[in-house]
């Protein structure tokens, strides 16, 4: 097995049980788990955007661990952290040790990107490194695909759920612990990133994407539960649709090499604030709104691939870094943005959290990656 197909498939699966299990199956059970603890809407804000925050200090612990001890290490260390904040949530007896567990699990996505950067970087020529890294980012929506089958052939039992994803990531930790490299792929460490043009465009446009995205990721389940009536059926076609139709984000580093980072961004935005108006204003019939999901599913995973090319092209020789600015600040944004949106909808309502949420997505197009990269030499 080649090098990329070998770190491709760990990262992929690694990043599908992350991404898609710990961090974001939390919204598709919802409704389940808020039944059974009576959480309502702003203490479910509170709980994700905690799980967010957590996030936000794993990823740039990660990226410096990862810069002095290597991918290797941290990666098994994510997929072994997933599976205690996991378990925590599966074994969860209430709503604060629930939100301890939450925040735990959510954690482990900022620790797994960093290393698989750093793995790619090392192990990876370089004519396909983009390829590869947006092919692992794409195994979030992997793993948000396999996550609503599951709730549907579990009819809603989210405690099943979880604890069979924390026996998953428990043998992913011992299947990175062989298969990747330990170096850190790079040659410089430690410090802040230098704040020039290119880092701070993408530091804005990154927390705004990352704050939109709320709107579906933390609250997608609620709003079709409430609006649209449907229940664990539902809710577990909707979140299939957002995974499969993400997987496309794959493409982001061949579609980015072939039309530039600004025309991809600009066009995925767009998408993004559409499927947001679709799921979340309850007024498309269900066939729209599962269209977009989809919509909504491909049009992030694109969109947080453009970001990890932007960090990774922006600080080459530090990429685990280059990857974290996005990331990180996609996660600040949504830390931020899913306790106002919970707020917002428990005070105004969906439709004028949804609709400015929406707006918000459009907005992080007015950041240009521009130099960062050419399409013509790339």
Same mark, same amino acid.
């Given at each position: 097995?080649?090098?990329?197909?070998?770190?491709?498939?760990?990262?992929?699966?690694?990043?599908?049980?992350?991404?898609?299990?710990?961090?974001?199956?939390?919204?598709?059970?919802?409704?389940?788990?808020?039944?059974?603890?009576?959480?309502?809407?702003?203490?479910?804000?509170?709980?994700?955007?905690?799980?967010?925050?957590?996030?936000?200090?794993?990823?740039?612990?990660?990226?410096?661990?990862?810069?002095?001890?290597?991918?290797?290490?941290?990666?098994?260390?994510?997929?072994?952290?997933?599976?205690?904040?996991?378990?925590?949530?599966?074994?969860?007896?209430?709503?604060?040790?629930?939100?301890?567990?939450?925040?735990?699990?959510?954690?482990?996505?900022?620790?797994?990107?960093?290393?698989?950067?750093?793995?790619?970087?090392?192990?990876?020529?370089?004519?396909?490194?983009?390829?590869?890294?947006?092919?692992?980012?794409?195994?979030?929506?992997?793993?948000?695909?396999?996550?609503?089958? +599951? !709730?549907? $052939?579990? #009819? =809603?039992?989210?405690?099943?759920? &979880? %604890?069979?994803? @924390?026996?998953?990531?428990?043998? /992913?930790?011992?299947?990175?612990?062989?298969?990747?490299?330990?170096?850190?792929?790079?040659?410089?460490?430690?410090?802040?990133?230098?704040?020039?043009?290119?880092?701070?465009?993408?530091?804005?446009?990154?927390?705004?994407?990352?704050?939109?995205?709320?709107?579906?990721?933390?609250?997608?389940?609620?709003?079709?539960?409430?609006?649209?009536?449907?229940?664990?059926?539902?809710?577990?076609?909707?979140?299939?649709?957002?995974?499969?139709?993400? +997987? !496309?984000? $794959?493409? #982001? =580093?061949?579609?980015?090499?072939? &039309? %530039?980072?600004? @025309?991809?961004?600009?066009?995925? /935005?767009?998408?993004?604030?559409?499927?947001?108006?679709?799921?979340?204003?309850?007024?498309?019939?269900?066939?729209?709104?599962?269209?977009?999901?989809?919509?909504?599913?491909?049009?992030?995973?694109?969109?947080?691939?453009?970001?990890?090319?932007?960090?990774?092209?922006?600080?080459?020789?530090?990429?685990?870094?280059?990857?974290?600015?996005?990331?990180?600040?996609?996660?600040?944004?949504?830390?931020?943005?899913?306790?106002?949106?919970?707020?917002?909808?428990?005070?105004?309502?969906?439709?004028?959290?949804?609709?400015?949420?929406?707006?918000?997505?459009?907005?992080?197009?007015?950041?240009?990656?521009?130099?960062?990269?050419?399409?013509?030499?790339?």
């Amino acid at each position: 097995m080649s090098p990329a197909l070998r770190i491709g498939t760990l990262g992929f699966a690694l990043i599908a049980v992350c991404y898609g299990f710990a961090r974001f199956a939390f919204g598709l059970f919802l409704p389940q788990i808020d039944g059974d603890l009576g959480l309502g809407p702003s203490l479910s804000g509170i709980i994700s955007g905690g799980s967010f925050a957590g996030y936000c200090v794993a990823i740039i612990a990660s990226s410096l661990l990862t810069e002095r001890i290597g991918a290797r290490a941290v990666a098994v260390g994510a997929a072994g952290v997933a599976a205690i904040g996991m378990a925590g949530i599966a074994l969860a007896p209430s709503p604060l040790i629930l939100a301890f567990a939450v925040i735990v699990a959510g954690s482990t996505t900022g620790l797994a990107s960093p290393p698989m950067a750093a793995a790619v970087a090392a192990g990876v020529r370089k004519s396909r490194q983009d390829l590869t890294n947006t092919i692992i980012n794409a195994g979030t929506s992997a793993g948000v695909a396999l996550s609503g089958p +599951i !709730a549907l $052939a579990i #009819a =809603g039992q989210w405690r099943l759920a &979880f %604890g069979a994803f @924390a026996a998953v990531a428990a043998v /992913l930790a011992i299947a990175a612990a062989v298969s990747l490299p330990a170096s850190n792929g790079g040659t410089e460490a430690g410090g802040l990133p230098p704040m020039n043009g290119p880092v701070l465009r993408l530091i804005s446009a990154s927390f705004l994407m990352g704050a939109s995205s709320t709107a579906v990721w933390s609250f997608g389940g609620q709003l079709v539960s409430q609006q649209l009536g449907w229940g664990p059926t539902g809710t577990g076609v909707l979140w299939t649709c957002i995974g499969a139709a993400g +997987i !496309a984000g $794959a493409w #982001a =580093g061949s579609l980015v090499n072939r &039309f %530039g980072l600004d @025309a991809v961004h600009w066009t995925f /935005l767009g998408l993004m604030a559409a499927s947001i108006l679709l799921i979340g204003l309850g007024i498309a019939p269900p066939a729209l709104t599962l269209a977009g999901g989809a919509l909504f599913g491909g049009a992030y995973v694109m969109v947080s691939g453009v970001y990890l090319v932007w960090g990774v092209q922006a600080l080459p020789n530090r990429p685990a870094t280059g990857l974290m600015v996005g990331f990180l600040m996609m996660a600040v944004g949504q830390t931020a943005g899913a306790p106002v949106f919970g707020l917002l909808m428990a005070e105004s309502g969906p439709a004028p959290a949804v609709l400015c949420f929406g707006g918000i997505a459009i907005l992080a197009g007015v950041f240009r990656a521009k130099a960062v990269i050419d399409p013509v030499t790339a």
